[in-house]
């Protein structure tokens, strides 16, 4: 396609709700620290100071430094720990996680102020698994000490652990066939035509396979003489073992693959097709609306991030990224090491 329509910043956002998890099966966290969170210690403002706006909807400094700190401990599994670490052209490994967590938290606040335009609450099924989520730290007292050792409130918490739930129900207003937002089938064609979007079965085989032209030679034939082309395509899959689903494919660059798929008419049966060192019989099918309704939908919701209205607050310039991270790490270790004393 022209520009990347499929998200991924959410399910990235999913994985840093997940880490909570993690992080909190470390231990509890002592009395010494109080009633403040690690974050707030390290970074010596409130959480619930608002660091940015987002199309309107808040970002906290909680938010946001607690986003700094996942990207911190991403990039840690390349040996950087240290955040003043020059990573060239003057760019530091803090400058570096300061732009990640700021790209995370524009990206989740304009879901939410999304999901709010679009009258997206939570149901009660949601509310029930978010409260599994907690129940599964044990006590009400535990998953409250695992909360502080982490360094967010239970408001951040839950925020994270519901990113997947509003990202799925704007999912079905635009994809689902009853969809309120879900385009016609008329304009689903026009935007498939726009991105060169064409659906089909493909059989795939290792071309270094012995025997593997002359049997796909065979198939392609078989097929084009079939008379349910769907029936002997699901035979021919499984007895190769390469995926029967009918798949939509991106023509827009000139593949042996794309070339071949636009030469088609729906159910038309392409010859073998060789490419990256595999071999390929293309099938033809009529376009599966419902991914053009997702590539729709992602292109929607990429706008959302890239378009919006992302405004700072002054406190913003009080946050020394590397210095916050270090004092962070350097309270969860001090907690750890207490709490391995006993």
């Known amino acids: 396609m022209k520009k990347e329509t499929f ?11 997940a880490s909570l998890i993690i992080v909190g099966a470390m231990g509890l966290i002592t009395e010494a620290q109080g009633n403040k969170t690690f974050v707030e210690q390290a970074s010596g403002l409130k959480g619930t100071d608002v660091v940015m706006t987002v199309d309107g909807e808040a970002v906290t400094a909680e938010e946001y430094l607690y986003m700094t700190v996942y990207a911190a401990q991403s990039i840690s599994q390349y040996g950087i720990t240290d955040l003043s670490t020059e990573l060239g052209d003057g760019l530091t490994a803090a400058d570096y996680v300061a732009a990640q967590a700021k790209e995370q938290v524009v990206a989740s606040a304009a879901l939410r ?7 997206v609450t939570l149901t009660e099924e949601d509310l029930a698994s978010l409260q599994a989520q907690k129940d599964a730290y044990g006590s ?6 695992t909360l502080k050792m982490v360094g967010v409130t239970e408001e951040l918490f839950d925020s994270l652990m519901t990113q997947d739930m509003l990202y799925n129900h704007l999912y079905e207003i635009y994809c689902a066939k ?22 089909a079965y493909a059989l795939v085989m290792d071309a270094a396979a012995e025997g593997a032209k002359e049997k796909m030679e065979d198939y392609a034939a078989r097929l084009a003489e079939a008379e349910n082309t769907a029936e ?20 827009c660059h000139s593949s042996p693959v794309n070339d071949a798929l636009m030469a088609l008419e729906v159910n038309g049966v392409s010859g073998v097709v060789e490419a990256e060192g595999a071999l390929y019989v293309l099938v033809r099918t009529d376009l599966d609306l419902d991914t053009v309704a997702y590539v729709n939908f992602s292109e929607a919701y990429n706008h959302r991030v890239s378009e919006a209205v992302v405004e700072e607050k002054s406190v913003m310039n009080k946050i020394d990224v590397a210095a916050f991270y270090a004092k962070y790490t350097q309270l969860q270790q001090n907690a750890m090491a207490s709490m391995a004393q006993g």
């Not at 009853?178 to 659906?199: F, N």
């Not at 035979?235 to 494919?249: K, L, N, R, Y």
């Open 7 to 17: 998200n991924l910043v959410i399910r990235a956002l999913i994985g840093v709700a």
């Open 113 to 119: 102020a999304w999901a709010k335009e679009q009258g």
């Open 140 to 145: 009400a007292a535990a998953f409250q000490q």
């Open 178 to 199: 009853d969809g309120a937002q879900r385009p016609s089938e008329a304009d689903l064609e026009i935007l498939a035509g726009e991105h060169k979007l064409v659906s």
């Open 232 to 251: 002997q395509f699901a035979a021919f899959a499984d007895e190769i073992q390469c995926d029967g689903a009918v798949q939509t494919f991106d023509c």
